[in-house]
């Protein structure tokens, strides 16, 4: 059943409204609300953004886990959700502990008990998971156990579809804060866009699974959203703050993010196709290369990240639920705000792998002083070998 959720000074404040712009005004101002507090959590740095992101991670599961327990709570299930948060926890510990030793490599070696759960990381991982495997086993109950296994595959659904996707988003964040910024805000910018361009002109619909979209909203959406990629990519690029990498620096035991900016953040003369020169009358113009990166990344968050919602939609009808929660007013929960987000995390980080990420000398050379004096002169010998070959020294 479906309840009114937003807060009584919006409800007396709007009243002499009808529902269409009542429901435009309470999505506004919640929106404005919500943009604001992701303006204050990149101010406080990137310990608080990898906080947040872990937060929303906790909240989505907890939503999506709330589903499957209110939809079956007759049947009472034994431990269905004491193992669901244990397989949370233990995915976490996997996936956060590979990435505290491969970005936290010397702080790790540094310390005894790091360094011993570091090199035994993924077998502890396993018997962590083999654990809660055993304990679901010793849960199955006669005439329950269809439903019980279609539970435990609810649960690691969930799993994939959260955890690691926020896992990518904070190796997005490493690569550089403009790499976690810039696709967030062209997925909301887009989600914005669409919603408006589809309110004042929408006539034509997109979707089945989600009536409201339209062609209209979908394609102003685009055309706004690429944009929007375009001017923020520029502005962002000219600070080291946003462009550098995020490493942890041993010495002060904190993070930094202060650099030589790449290629890809500086400033680059380009021709203009002949078709457009007469139309703009530039023969060049100068931008950054990371701009043509936010054209791939905003089109991706206006063309396929809708479909993440979509996906989204068909989840809830097939439940026949309007939101995951009420934990926004005019929004739903969480995980409603956030489900293109998690299809773009994936994509970005594919993207980084794929044409923007090379190795790095500076972990490497950290590996190599982690290993055996015979080692590290083997190793030594055969680079010099392979450098007097290749004429350099």
Excluded at 349 to 362: K, L, T
Aim: aromatic letters at 18%; proline letters at 4%; charged letters at 15%.
């Amino acid at each position: 059943p479906t309840s009114d959720d937003t807060p009584e000074v919006l409800n007396r404040a709007l009243s002499n409204l009808s529902s269409r712009w009542k429901n435009w005004w309470v999505r506004g101002i919640l929106t404005l609300a919500m943009i604001t507090f992701f303006f204050i959590i990149i101010y406080l740095g990137p310990m608080v953004l990898m906080t947040i992101v872990m937060c929303v991670q906790i909240k989505c599961f907890h939503e999506i886990i709330t589903i499957g327990y209110n939809v079956y709570h007759s049947y009472d299930l034994p431990w269905f959700r004491t193992l669901s948060w244990y397989f949370l926890l233990c995915v976490n510990y996997f996936f956060y502990g590979e990435t505290v030793t491969d970005y936290f490599f010397t702080l790790v070696q540094r310390e005894e008990p790091l360094r011993i759960l570091s090199k035994y990381h993924r077998f502890i991982s396993f018997a962590l998971y083999l654990t809660g495997f055993c304990m679901f086993v010793l849960s199955l109950v006669k005439k329950h156990y269809r439903l019980q296994f279609y539970m435990f595959g609810w649960t690691h659904v969930t799993l994939l579809i959260v955890v690691t996707q926020s896992h990518l988003i904070i190796h997005n964040l490493f690569e550089g804060m403009i790499w976690f910024i810039v696709p967030i805000s062209c997925v909301i910018c887009n989600d914005i866009m669409a919603y408006m361009f589809g309110f004042f002109f929408g006539r034509t619909p997109l979707i089945k699974l989600s009536p409201k979209k339209t062609w209209e909203g979908f394609i102003g959406g685009f055309f706004a959203t690429v944009l929007f990629g375009l001017l923020l990519s520029y502005v962002m690029s000219g600070y080291r703050c946003f462009t550098c990498p995020v490493e942890f620096n041993n010495d002060t035991n904190s993070f930094t993010v202060d650099c030589e900016p790449s290629e890809l953040f500086q400033l680059q003369e380009y021709n203009i196709p002949l078709v457009l020169q007469s139309v703009v009358g530039w023969k060049t113009v100068r931008m950054y290369p990371f701009q043509i990166h936010s054209i791939a990344l905003s089109t991706f968050a206006s063309l396929i990240g809708p479909f993440g919602g979509f996906f989204a939609s068909g989840f809830k009808r097939a439940f026949k639920i309007k939101d995951f929660a009420n934990t926004i007013p005019g929004h739903g929960g969480i995980m409603d705000r956030f489900d293109c987000q998690y299809l773009m995390a994936t994509f970005v980080n594919v993207y980084i792998a794929s044409f923007i990420r090379g190795p790095n000398p500076s972990k490497l050379i950290q590996q190599f002083l982690t290993l055996r004096p015979d080692q590290q002169l083997h190793i030594f010998n055969t680079l010099k070998a392979h450098l007097v070959d290749k004429g350099m020294l």
